[in-house]
């Protein structure tokens, strides 16, 4: 039995609680470098110009870890990386090369491969892990402050 101390101390019901004092914000890993495994993979179209095609990989991290709040973040936090296959004045097929080889290189492929060998099997890269620099994206008008992930780095 509870004595009347623990009773008064027992914490309010979530659903109890006034909307407005609720937290409604996406948590966002704290900066730094994190190993991440590779969850899924997949080449799509860009959702604002359907004429261009991306690279789209989910991270996940693969120890629990520190939100930017000091909350704690479960094994399996989810990053989406993306990179443009689609060649432009920006991106010129030679960089977009350059791009892919670099995912495949700290994924273990040191030769051996293409950069098109990604772009028609994304899921090759599956299961790989990676160490992976993390920032925080600040807000802006049309998005909410994000993770994303900066830098691979080599382990070797």
Known sequence: MLSPDAVG??????????????DT???????GLYDMEINEAS???????????????????????????????????PIFYRTGLTPTEDMPAKKVATNLARI???????????????????????GRVVRCKVKVQKETDDYPASNSISQFVDVE
């Open 9 to 22: 101390a027992a914490e309010v019901d979530p659903l109890d609680q006034d909307v407005g004092g609720i």
């Open 25 to 31: 914000s996406f948590p966002l890993l704290s900066p």
């Open 43 to 77: 080449v799509g179209h860009k959702k604002d110009d359907p004429s261009r095609e991306v690279l789209t990989i989910k991270f996940v991290t693969t120890l629990d870890s520190l939100d930017v709040k000091g909350e704690s973040l479960h094994k399996g936090y």
């Open 104 to 126: 495949l290189k700290v994924c273990g492929f040191k030769s051996g491969v293409s950069p098109r060998q990604l772009t028609q099997d994304p899921k090759m890269v599956v």
